[in-house]
Structure formats: structure tokens, C-alpha cells
């Protein structure tokens, strides 16, 4: 069985379609690449409504029925737009406004009537592509936004052609190439055309919507239920060797009030207190890009010695060392910071700046205080702190994602009753003993650990490593940073969430590196590899702000001197260049450039024209090549009409109409 007959055979099959139903036909697949990726974040109604209305046009068009009427049309776009308002109580903003036009394109696709009906049809089309970056910027939108583009363009032309159509895949091929012609302007364009600050595919008020990542806040499961997503919650790069991964503590939060479940970050209290640090061990310096998030903290490792926040974003430094920026983080963000991991914080801090360390509320965990009461019989709060971790150590507590629920006194039920929790039972319990020796005790929330890319060098953070580990202060030694996280399951600190768990989750990382089964497998590889790619992506395309942009231009202008000069002279010669090309096409006869694409054409079919060959001779010699009878019939005729307009046969008035006719003929050769 021949392809050749496959293809026939299944031609055959197909019913046959008329050239207007073919391109109405293409033109909806268009419509359905550019309304697909909204289907994710558009109500269900939305979603179904456009699907059912692309599929009423579809039948109307394969059928051969009459479009339906304007009074039909008009009640279902208004009841379509009072859905809209009713979804999102407006229709303004990101939104409504993109519910809104997907519906239009569709309705509008049964009411095409005339020829600007299809303008609007392309040109809305058009529109709405660009609405689909307001969601998704990654590698795989834009990819598909090219492929739509294309598929856009090739529908356009199809409605531009007379009566002989190209196969559709020169279509697309001709599509193809007029997009890559406009590669190299946009590509230009977006290197050198001046950058705006913020977020280019976001609109006013539609940003603040929900972010994955930390809070101000921390109860039983709320860290567990964040460390099972596997989004990237920030990348950094080292300039040297990464830290061991027991030393990737990246702080975030330090939370101070405890109401008898929830911990929340403190308010401030009188006058801001100093922070005395001794740095003991060298620097670190290192590179941070974070993913939006909302919130107003940066992330750093313990303790950061120094961080130049972003541009345009002031920050501080808070007492307990957080880094808490003016706004709200709405776009990728790039910081350098450097940290040194042996230190000396706050050893002469007064009793009075240590007592909200101390508050615990009252009435609540009642065996938790009488366990403390005994520990602190006979011992130093150094021997009681290391009490408390070896009964995490000894005794049958267990590391999970799913502990059991917890009651009123929730810090007694998880010590003497489950003994099973996540690193926000452990840290919180262990705060609330500590607090009851009189040890005053904050808990820290942030991130541990990271997964080194070894193809680009990057730390990958993901959500799944969020954390939450303590800090004691001992007299004379400062705050200490104490896991028990560590003594309970100290693969999670050393290795990763997946390692430490009992049974590995089927999805996530866990899932993920069984399936892999080594970072030296070939899948680990492709894994290192896409997510290196993806990163290059991010940070040279997505997030090109105007400190880059001004990087590149003082390297182009390191290389050819003032940038500014450059930029002209470039725009200089590109304005010559197109200058002399429109010079060429317009001096060019119209006549011969016809001639010439005919020779091109029969030179692919392995019949070229001789140096000395005239059309009558080249005539008589195709006429004896194998081609099918209707190209041959038109090829000969093409050749007769150009040797009476070229050699002065034809009268001089019938030139415009002959070179119509040529053209029609040289499109039926092919």
C-alpha cells in the first residue's frame, strides 16, 4: 500500500468542499488556536458558550446553511455580556474584558457577511493572541502563539487568492515565512527599544491576584499543604560553590505571637531595637531571582550580611533580620545579596527587648507546661534545649504531610497524643516548651534546601521546600538556630522532602526522583536541561527589564563605541537598504519579474531554461515534458502572451490587461 493511494483513497472519502467553505473552515481552526489557551482561566459557561458557537458556525459551513439572523444573534450577545457582568460584577479590567472578546470573536464568526466582517474576524483574532500572555509567558505559550500567528496569517491569505488557491501547505509555508521576515524588526525592537518598569503583559488592579508562596501567618498544615506544589519559588546563583544543602537556610519571616493555634509575625514595639551582629566566617555573595508572590519580604540565607534590593523598591531590615520591601513583590524580582553562615546575633541583648519572645496565652496546652516545668528542674537552658531534641530523637515521633487533626490545646495533642506532624508542628511545639522555660524562642519561617541544576549552575527553591525551623537566645551566646525538624527526620535537611518522607507521594519530587532513579540518568539529564533552558528564558526574555537592556547596550557600545551612536548608524543603514530594495522593485519590469518566477517555477519541476533559449524554443521543449495537461496548457500560453508583450506583437493598452492574465496563468502552472 503506496501513500500516494492512501491519500487517494481518503480524498475520496472525505466529502468535498468548496473553496469558501474551506477557508471559513480554516479560518475557525485559526479561532480555536487563539481561544484554547483561554479555556484554563475563563469561567465554564464562557468556555462552553465559544465552544458551542465555533461548533454551530462549523456545521452552518460543512452543511451549506444560511448564517442565523442579526434579531437571533443580538438577545444571545447581550444575555452573553450580563453573564460576563455577572461572573466579575464588572466589565472592565483583565478579566471581564477578555470573557467579552472571546465571546464576540465568536458570535462574530456568525455574522460574517461581507469582507470587512473577515477583517474584523483576523484583526480581532489577532487581539485576543496577545490577551493569552496576560496568564502565561513560559517557552510553551509562546510557541504556541506562533504556531496560531501563523495559522492566522495562512487564513487571511487564503480569502486574498483569485480562482487558482495554492495547496495548503504553501499556505502555511508562505505564512511562515512572512512571520520570519518580521523576526528579525521585532527581534531588533524588543533589544533596543527603551524599556518600561513593571510588568508588560499586566494591567492595573489585576495584579494583586493569588500567588502561591508563604504568608504572615503559620497553623498545623498550612506549610504542609504548601510543600506539596512543586512551583519555583526563586533561583539563585552562587558566585562560587553552592553551600552544603544542611546550610541552605533561606530566611524569610520571624513570627513572634501565638494565639493558642496560629503564629503571626509581631507588631512593633517602642523604639526599633538595634541589631548587634559579629560575623565570624567569610562571605558569601550570591544572585536571587524571585517569582512574584505578593507578599513583601525577600529571602536570604542566615545571616545576610548585605542585599542591594531591587530598583525602585526601598527596603529594611527589620529586628529580628527580615528584609521587608516597601511593595508588594508583583513581577520577577533580582537582588545580590551576601550572607555569612558563622555568627554571633544579639549576645548583650537586654532582658526588657526579649520579652515578647517570652508571651505564651493563657489557658492553653496545659501538659506542655508541666513537661516544661520538669525539664527545667536541675538544668541549664542549654541541657534543657538539648533535652527536648533527643526526645524528638528517641521516642516514636514521626515526620508526615498528613498528620491527624488537632484539638483545642493543639501543641499537647501533637507532643503526648499523634506525635506525628510536619516542620510547623515540630518548630511551634518546641517555641512553646522553650517559652515555658523561660527561654525566650521565635519561630522562623522560610525555605531549606534547593536543587543545584548542574547545566546552568542555578539553585532551583521550589514551594515543596518551604520551612519552618526555630531560634533560642542563650545568655552570652545570642540567638541560635535550632531545627528539631533535624532530629526527627534529618534526611529532610540533608537530602530533600522526597528522602524524608515514609512513602514516596506517586507525583511531585518525590514521585519525580523515583522515576528518574538517579541524578545521572538520562531522564535527569533532559529534566536539568529543560529547566536550564526555561531559566535562560526567564531571565533574558521575561524578565529583560531596563538594567539589562542598559548592560547589553554598554557592552554593544564597549564593542563599537557610544551606543547611541550605533543605534543611528544602524537605523541609518537599514533605511538605505530598504530605500534601495523599494528602488529595485519599483525599477524592476513587471513583465520580466513574472518571466523570471515562471523560469524558477519550471527550473524546480527539472526543466530549466537554457542561457540561450527564447520562450518559443523554451515553448517547444516543454511541450514534450512529462507535466500534467492543464500546467502544460498554461505554461505554453503564459510563454505566447509574453512573447507578443515582450517582442512588440500585443498593442501597448493591452499590456495591463495581459499582465493580469499572466499572473492567473503562472499561478494555474503551478
Same mark, same amino acid.
Given at each position: 500500500?503506496?501513500?500516494?493511494?492512501?491519500?487517494?483513497?481518503?480524498?475520496?472519502?472525505?466529502?468535498?468542499?468548496?473553496?469558501?467553505?474551506?477557508?471559513?473552515?480554516?479560518?475557525?481552526?485559526?479561532?480555536?488556536?487563539?481561544?484554547?489557551?483561554?479555556?484554563? !482561566?475563563?469561567?465554564?459557561?464562557?468556555?462552553?458558550?465559544?465552544?458551542?458557537?465555533?461548533?454551530?458556525?462549523?456545521?452552518?459551513?460543512?452543511?451549506?446553511?444560511?448564517?442565523?439572523?442579526?434579531?437571533?444573534?443580538?438577545?444571545?450577545?447581550?444575555?452573553?455580556?450580563?453573564?460576563?457582568?455577572?461572573?466579575?460584577?464588572?466589565?472592565?479590567?483583565?478579566?471581564?474584558?477578555?470573557?467579552?472578546?472571546?465571546?464576540?470573536?465568536?458570535?462574530?464568526? #456568525?455574522?460574517? !457577511?461581507?469582507?470587512?466582517?473577515?477583517?474584523?474576524?483576523?484583526?480581532?483574532?489577532?487581539?485576543?493572541?496577545?490577551?493569552?500572555?496576560?496568564?502565561?509567558?513560559?517557552?510553551?505559550?509562546?510557541?504556541?502563539?506562533?504556531?496560531?500567528?501563523?495559522?492566522?496569517?495562512?487564513?487571511?491569505?487564503?480569502?486574498?487568492?483569485?480562482?487558482?488557491?495554492?495547496?495548503?501547505?504553501?499556505?502555511?509555508?508562505?505564512?511562515?515565512?512572512?512571520?520570519? /521576515?518580521?523576526?528579525?524588526?521585532?527581534?531588533?525592537?524588543?533589544?533596543?527599544?527603551?524599556?518600561?518598569?513593571?510588568?508588560?503583559?499586566?494591567?492595573?488592579?489585576?495584579?494583586?491576584?493569588?500567588? +502561591?508562596?508563604?504568608?504572615?501567618?503559620?497553623?498545623?498544615?498550612?506549610?504542609?499543604?504548601?510543600?506539596?506544589?512543586?512551583?519555583?519559588?526563586?533561583?539563585?546563583?552562587?558566585?562560587?560553590?553552592?553551600?552544603?544543602?544542611?546550610?541552605?537556610?533561606?530566611?524569610?519571616?520571624?513570627?513572634?505571637?501565638?494565639?493558642?493555634?496560629?503564629? $503571626?509575625?509581631?507588631?512593633?514595639?517602642?523604639?526599633?531595637?538595634?541589631?548587634?551582629?559579629?560575623?565570624?566566617?567569610? +562571605? #558569601?555573595?550570591?544572585?536571587?531571582? #524571585?517569582?512574584?508572590?505578593?507578599?513583601?519580604?525577600?529571602?536570604?540565607?542566615?545571616?545576610?550580611?548585605? @542585599?542591594?534590593?531591587?530598583?525602585?523598591?526601598?527596603?529594611? $531590615?527589620?529586628?529580628?533580620?527580615?528584609?521587608?520591601?516597601?511593595?508588594?513583590?508583583?513581577?520577577?524580582?533580582?537582588?545580590?545579596?551576601?550572607?555569612?553562615?558563622?555568627?554571633?546575633?544579639?549576645?548583650?541583648?537586654?532582658?526588657?527587648?526579649?520579652?515578647?519572645?517570652?508571651?505564651?496565652?493563657?489557658?492553653?496546652?496545659?501538659?506542655?507546661?508541666?513537661?516544661?516545668?520538669?525539664?527545667?528542674?536541675?538544668?541549664?537552658?542549654?541541657?534543657?534545649?538539648?533535652?527536648?531534641?533527643?526526645?524528638?530523637?528517641?521516642?516514636?515521633?514521626?515526620?508526615?504531610?498528613?498528620?491527624?487533626?488537632?484539638?483545642?490545646?493543639? $501543641?499537647?495533642?501533637?507532643?503526648?497524643? +499523634?506525635?506525628?506532624?510536619?516542620?510547623?508542628?515540630?518548630?511551634?511545639?518546641?517555641?512553646?516548651?522553650?517559652?515555658?522555660?523561660?527561654?525566650?524562642?521565635? $519561630? @522562623?519561617?522560610?525555605?531549606?534546601?534547593?536543587?543545584?541544576?548542574?547545566?546552568?549552575?542555578?539553585?532551583?527553591?521550589?514551594?515543596?521546600?518551604?520551612?519552618?525551623?526555630?531560634?533560642?537566645?542563650?545568655?552570652?551566646?545570642?540567638?541560635?538556630?535550632?531545627?528539631?525538624?533535624?532530629?526527627?527526620?534529618?534526611?529532610?535537611?540533608?537530602?530533600?522532602?522526597?528522602?524524608?518522607?515514609?512513602?514516596?507521594?506517586?507525583?511531585?519530587?518525590?514521585?519525580?526522583?523515583?522515576?528518574?532513579?538517579?541524578?545521572?540518568?538520562?531522564?535527569?539529564?533532559?529534566?536539568?536541561?529543560? !529547566? /536550564?533552558?526555561?531559566?535562560?528564558?526567564?531571565?533574558? @526574555?521575561?524578565?529583560?527589564?531596563?538594567?539589562?537592556?542598559?548592560?547589553?547596550?554598554?557592552?554593544?557600545?564597549?564593542?563599537?563605541?557610544?551606543?547611541?551612536?550605533?543605534?543611528?548608524?544602524?537605523?541609518?543603514?537599514?533605511?538605505?537598504?530598504?530605500?534601495?530594495?523599494?528602488?529595485?522593485?519599483?525599477?524592476?519590469?513587471?513583465?520580466?519579474?513574472?518571466?523570471?518566477?515562471?523560469?524558477?517555477?519550471?527550473?524546480?519541476?527539472?526543466?530549466?531554461?537554457?542561457?540561450?533559449?527564447?520562450?518559443?524554443?523554451? /515553448?517547444?521543449?516543454?511541450?514534450?515534458?512529462?507535466?500534467?495537461?492543464?500546467?502544460? /496548457?498554461?505554461?505554453?500560453?503564459?510563454?505566447?502572451?509574453?512573447?507578443?508583450?515582450?517582442?512588440?506583437?500585443?498593442?501597448?493598452?493591452?499590456?495591463?490587461? %495581459?499582465? %493580469?492574465?499572466?499572473?492567473?496563468?503562472?499561478?494555474?502552472?503551478?
Amino acid at each position: 500500500m503506496n501513500a500516494g493511494g492512501a491519500r487517494a483513497r481518503l480524498a475520496a472519502a472525505l466529502p468535498a468542499l468548496s473553496r469558501d467553505k474551506a477557508d471559513t473552515l480554516l479560518l475557525l481552526l485559526s479561532a480555536v488556536l487563539v481561544l484554547a489557551p483561554h479555556a484554563a !482561566h475563563l469561567p465554564l459557561w464562557t468556555s462552553a458558550g465559544v465552544a458551542a458557537t465555533l461548533l454551530w458556525r462549523a456545521t452552518l459551513t460543512v452543511r451549506g446553511k444560511r448564517l442565523p439572523p442579526l434579531w437571533l444573534l443580538l438577545p444571545l450577545a447581550l444575555l452573553a455580556m450580563a453573564g460576563v457582568y455577572a461572573s466579575f460584577r464588572t466589565l472592565l479590567g483583565r478579566e471581564a474584558g477578555v470573557a467579552m472578546l472571546a465571546l464576540l470573536l465568536a458570535f462574530k464568526l #456568525l455574522e460574517m !457577511h461581507a469582507r470587512r466582517d473577515l477583517f474584523v474576524v483576523i484583526f480581532l483574532s489577532f487581539f485576543l493572541l496577545l490577551t493569552s500572555f496576560f496568564y502565561s509567558q513560559s517557552m510553551a505559550s509562546a510557541a504556541l502563539a506562533g504556531a496560531t500567528l501563523v495559522a492566522l496569517l495562512a487564513a487571511q491569505l487564503s480569502f486574498q487568492y483569485g480562482s487558482g488557491v495554492p495547496p495548503l501547505w504553501r499556505r502555511l509555508r508562505l505564512a511562515a515565512g512572512m512571520a520570519g /521576515a518580521a523576526a528579525p524588526l521585532a527581534l531588533l525592537l524588543f533589544v533596543l527599544f527603551p524599556r518600561i518598569q513593571g510588568p508588560l503583559w499586566g494591567l492595573p488592579g489585576d495584579s494583586r491576584g493569588a500567588r +502561591s508562596g508563604l504568608s504572615d501567618s503559620m497553623a498545623p498544615g498550612s506549610i504542609a499543604n504548601l510543600a506539596q506544589s512543586e512551583e519555583t519559588a526563586f533561583r539563585v546563583r552562587f558566585e562560587r560553590t553552592a553551600p552544603p544543602q544542611q546550610q541552605l537556610y533561606w530566611r524569610g519571616i520571624v513570627l513572634a505571637d501565638y494565639d493558642g493555634r496560629t503564629w $503571626v509575625r509581631g507588631a512593633a514595639r517602642g523604639d526599633p531595637e538595634p541589631v548587634n551582629i559579629k560575623l565570624n566566617g567569610p +562571605s #558569601l555573595r550570591y544572585q536571587v531571582t #524571585l517569582e512574584p508572590n505578593g507578599q513583601r519580604w525577600l529571602f536570604a540565607l542566615d545571616i545576610v550580611e548585605r @542585599v542591594d534590593a531591587p530598583a525602585g523598591n526601598p527596603h529594611a $531590615v527589620s529586628p529580628a533580620l527580615e528584609l521587608l520591601l516597601l511593595r508588594p513583590i508583583e513581577t520577577r524580582t533580582r537582588y545580590r545579596a551576601s550572607s555569612v553562615s558563622e555568627y554571633t546575633l544579639q549576645a548583650d541583648a537586654a532582658p526588657a527587648r526579649l520579652q515578647q519572645w517570652l508571651a505564651l496565652p493563657r489557658g492553653y496546652n496545659p501538659r506542655t507546661l508541666a513537661w516544661a516545668a520538669q525539664l527545667g528542674q536541675g538544668r541549664q537552658p542549654a541541657e534543657a534545649v538539648d533535652a527536648v531534641l533527643r526526645t524528638f530523637r528517641g521516642e516514636q515521633y514521626r515526620y508526615t504531610l498528613q498528620p491527624p487533626l488537632l484539638g483545642r490545646d493543639a $501543641v499537647d495533642a501533637f507532643l503526648f497524643d +499523634s506525635k506525628a506532624g510536619f516542620c510547623e508542628h515540630y518548630a511551634g511545639a518546641f517555641v512553646v516548651l522553650m517559652r515555658a522555660l523561660g527561654i525566650p524562642a521565635r $519561630v @522562623v519561617a522560610g525555605y531549606q534546601g534547593g536543587e543545584l541544576n548542574p547545566v546552568d549552575g542555578y539553585l532551583t527553591v521550589r514551594q515543596s521546600d518551604a520551612h519552618a525551623w526555630a531560634e533560642v537566645w542563650l545568655a552570652g551566646r545570642g540567638w541560635l538556630r535550632v531545627d528539631p525538624t533535624a532530629a526527627v527526620a534529618p534526611e529532610r535537611i540533608e537530602s530533600n522532602l522526597a528522602r524524608a518522607l515514609p512513602r514516596p507521594a506517586p507525583f511531585g519530587l518525590a514521585g519525580l526522583d523515583a522515576l528518574i532513579g538517579g541524578p545521572d540518568s538520562l531522564l535527569a539529564a533532559l529534566r536539568f536541561n529543560w !529547566h /536550564a533552558v526555561n531559566n535562560a528564558w526567564n531571565q533574558w @526574555v521575561l524578565d529583560y527589564n531596563p538594567e539589562r537592556q542598559r548592560g547589553v547596550l554598554d557592552a554593544l557600545a564597549a564593542l563599537a563605541g557610544d551606543w547611541r551612536a550605533l543605534l543611528a548608524g544602524g537605523a541609518g543603514a537599514a533605511l538605505l537598504w530598504l530605500a534601495r530594495a523599494l528602488r529595485r522593485r519599483r525599477a524592476a519590469d513587471p513583465l520580466d519579474a513574472l518571466y523570471a518566477a515562471f523560469c524558477r517555477l519550471q527550473a524546480r519541476r527539472g526543466c530549466a531554461r537554457l542561457p540561450h533559449e527564447g520562450p518559443h524554443g523554451y /515553448a517547444q521543449r516543454l511541450a514534450g515534458h512529462a507535466a500534467q495537461p492543464q500546467q502544460r /496548457a498554461a505554461a505554453l500560453r503564459f510563454l505566447a502572451i509574453y512573447a507578443a508583450i515582450k517582442y512588440g506583437v500585443a498593442h501597448p493598452h493591452e499590456k495591463a490587461r %495581459s499582465l %493580469s492574465t499572466l499572473k492567473r496563468l503562472l499561478t494555474e502552472s503551478r
